[in-house]
């Protein structure tokens, strides 16, 4: 196959790289867009802040679930009806969290809502490796993530001006709105990109034999691990910060999307630099370089935090590296996961992001229940999860990327 950095040529009236990092972005917006609202929330329906806290634990819950089918339903009935149903979904369920009266139905309403996002997210991914050559998935990811940051940069803001201004209703009113733009975009404008659609990919022993061919190929969990261990230590901070800036430093709830923002702004950086090492140096060592990255900042965060200094300056610039590191981390993780795939991309991406959800449950469930006024249960969740992602890179002496 030719390497391109362009979509193919069946695709080229498409605006394909623009509809996959709308499709990234939805995840973000959905948890960052609310995240000043959090203790709010707690206030508003007078319930523990454990109990908010399940406004994301399930929405997680949802979308790492809803991967394990949304992959091989795309497979089978092809991209563009699965993302259609999808928005359709997330479009409804953003209706009922803005209307939800008591707690739990904006809890189960969360959950429904992951499922729609979960569906614009992996066949966002899936259309990465329908339309772009293999060699060139990594920096076609990047170049989206690039776009991807102005989400979780410019969310935070938008959402402490709504909860201020408006209350928590306005950012899922925001999100709603969101939705409806993209369905109309996809409906518009988004071609099928699945040319080896596969009958069997959901039947049992069809699914089950893609889910022994990927989850038994060592080439996805040299890429998932690293990745999903990435995305828990930035899953860490997204959970965590507003309630440590906030309730423990004091920061003002206005203030509070900047702080975020600029954390957030780590991860733009990286991806930029990502896109430049790759064919410089290749994915490897871009990898090696992120994790790395990911393993100071933990070392750091967790240092700094056990000399006495309390300030959020520190927590932004934990963030800061955190989400820079991930920056390289995530473009080469998600694409070396489903690059091996051609047949069963979407199930590879489902898998891969299944997992992603599993650690990052695992990690909001240790943020939630570890909080005690200070911020060392975050620097050391945080320093865990550095080494983790080091190590799980160090431990793979060269990974490689089948391209036939």
């Known amino acids: 196959m030719t390497s391109k950095t362009a979509p193919l040529a069946q695709y080229a009236h498409a605006p394909l790289l623009?509809?996959?990092?709308?499709?990234?972005m939805l995840?973000?917006?959905?948890?960052?867009?609310?995240?000043?609202?959090?203790?709010?929330?707690?206030?508003?329906?007078?319930?523990?802040?454990?109990?908010?806290?399940?406004?994301?634990?399930?929405?997680?819950i949802g979308f790492g679930a809803a991967q394990l089918i949304i992959g091989p339903l795309s497979d089978r009935f092809g991209r563009r009806p699965i993302l259609l149903g999808g928005l359709g979904v997330y479009l409804s369920a953003s209706a009922l969290c803005a209307l939800a009266p008591a707690i739990n139905v904006l809890i189960a309403a969360r959950f429904v809502q992951a499922i729609g996002c979960c569906t614009a997210v992996i066949v966002a991914r899936a259309i990465v490796r329908d339309a772009y050559a293999p060699e060139d998935s990594a920096k076609v990811i990047a170049r989206a993530a690039s776009w991807l940051s102005l989400a979780p940069i410019f969310g935070p803001i938008l959402g402490s001006y709504l909860q201020v201004g408006l209350g928590w209703r306005a950012a899922f009113v925001a999100l709603g709105l969101i939705s409806a733009a993209l369905l109309t975009l996809v409906l518009l404008r988004l071609p099928e990109t699945n040319a080896h659609k596969n009958p069997q990919a959901t039947e049992w022993h069809g699914?089950?034999?893609?889910y022994r061919l990927v989850l038994g190929a060592r080439e996805f969990w040299a890429y998932a691990l690293p990745g999903a261990f990435s995305y828990g230590a930035i899953f860490c901070f997204i959970s965590g910060s507003s309630v440590v800036l906030i309730r423990v430093l004091h920061v003002p709830t206005a203030w509070f999307g900047y702080c975020f923002a600029?954390?957030?702004?780590?991860?733009?950086?990286?991806?930029?630099?990502?896109?430049?090492?790759?064919?410089?140096?290749?994915?490897?060592r871009t990898l090696q370089i992120g994790a790395s990255i990911s393993?100071?900042?933990?070392?750091?965060?967790?240092?700094?935090?056990?000399?006495?200094?309390?300030?959020?300056s520190l927590v932004?610039?934990?963030?800061?590296?955190?989400?820079?590191?991930?920056?390289?981390?995530?473009?080469?993780?998600?694409?070396?996961?489903?690059?091996?795939?051609?047949?069963?991309?979407?199930t590879a991406a489902g898998l891969a992001g299944a997992f992603y959800m599993a650690v990052a449950f695992i990690v909001g469930t240790i943020v939630g229940a570890t909080h005690n006024g200070s911020l060392f249960p975050l620097a050391l969740i945080s320093c865990t999860l550095g080494i983790l992602i080091f190590g799980s890179v160090r431990g793979v002496p060269s990974i490689s990327v089948r391209t036939t």
Do not use: E
């Not at 929330?41 to 319930?47: D, E, G, H």
């Not at 699914?207 to 893609?210: P, T």
């Not at 393993?295 to 959020?312: K, Y």
């Open 18 to 24: 623009v509809l996959i990092a709308l499709c990234l």
């Open 295 to 312: 393993l100071a900042s933990g070392l750091l965060f967790l240092g700094a935090v056990t000399l006495g200094i309390a300030h959020w």
């Open 316 to 346: 932004v610039a934990a963030m800061f590296l955190t989400m820079g590191a991930h920056g390289f981390n995530f473009p080469v993780s998600q694409s070396g996961a489903v690059t091996p795939f051609p047949k069963q991309a979407g």
């Open 27 to 60: 995840q973000p917006l959905s948890t960052d867009l609310y995240l000043a609202s959090l203790p709010g929330l707690a206030l508003s329906f007078n319930v523990a802040p454990s109990v908010v806290q399940l406004t994301l634990s399930l929405f997680v």
């Open 207 to 210: 699914l089950l034999a893609n």
């Open 262 to 284: 600029i954390g957030v702004s780590g991860y733009t950086l990286g991806t930029l630099v990502c896109r430049r090492l790759i064919p410089l140096i290749g994915t490897t």
